[in-house]
């Protein structure tokens, strides 16, 4: 008899130093199967494994990213100048060098971790891939909720991460949680934010940005 999948549902909320901010989005939480109740999910609902960040307008949309390991992320390029998407970060290292408007390259992330992306040419650009290892995760909308379909009942270890915000209590996660018909609600997850985002960075080559020294081949916009 096949296990009855769950929805998981839950609230994030994010005190911010800033008393009038409400903003609760963004935060990652995902669930680490922690016995062999929790199954993976049938491959016909699985989470995407090849998903995209577009750069446009000299942005990456989205800023933020949550994938599974093993997925295919495609940055195409959509602005009318060249791009260089980079990173030099544990979460996974790699350089898609220089290419022209209209065209992509794609990058597997291979382990779980933290990404932080930038552009080499345009220093205003930044981008994070979390990659997890496990299908149930989720990202939290501006109102701080979390939905994870698909999700069998079983025993989970609880995790969550946001840019600039933290637990309020470290010790509170990762802590295990047991889902079922019954209970299959996340709650209590407080953060605080701490004010932390990504420090000024260098460009690919650990140098700073020169605007007026573009690489040879592409027009500055």
Same mark, same amino acid.
Request: overall charge positive; proline content about 12%; aromatic content about 8%.
């Given at each position: 008899m096949l296990a009855q999948f769950l929805t998981v549902k839950g609230a994030v909320s994010i005190e911010h130093k800033a008393k009038s901010m409400t903003n609760s989005r963004d935060?990652?939480?995902?669930?680490?199967?922690? %016995?062999?109740?929790?199954i993976a999910p049938p491959a016909a609902t $699985?989470? $995407?494994r090849h998903t995209?960040?577009?750069?446009?307008?000299?942005h990456f949309d989205p800023h933020l990213l949550a994938v599974q390991v093993g997925t295919v992320v495609d940055f195409p390029n959509l602005d009318p100048f060249f791009h260089n998407v980079f990173s030099l970060f544990d979460g996974k290292r790699f350089d898609l060098g220089l290419y022209e408007a209209g065209s992509s390259r794609s990058v597997t992330f291979t382990h779980p971790g933290v990404c932080f992306i930038f552009c080499n040419i345009h220093p205003e650009m930044? $981008?994070?891939v979390l990659v997890v290892d496990t299908p149930y995760f989720a990202v939290s909308g501006r109102n701080g909720e979390i939905r994870m379909e698909n999700v069998p009942p079983g025993r989970y270890s609880v995790s969550?991460?946001?840019?600039? *915000?933290?637990?309020e209590r470290p010790s509170d996660f990762p802590h295990e949680v047991v889902l079922s018909a019954a209970n299959a609600t996340l709650s209590g997850i407080r953060l605080i934010d701490a004010g932390q985002v990504v420090p000024p960075h260098k460009n690919k080559y650990n140098r %700073?940005? %020169?605007?007026? $020294?573009? *690489?040879?081949g592409y027009r500055v916009p």
């Open positions: 935060v990652v939480v995902w669930l680490k199967p922690l %016995d062999s109740k929790a $699985a989470p $995407a995209k960040i577009i750069q446009q307008h000299k930044s $981008a994070i969550v991460w946001h840019q600039r *915000a933290k637990p %700073d940005y %020169d605007p007026q $020294a573009p *690489a040879a």
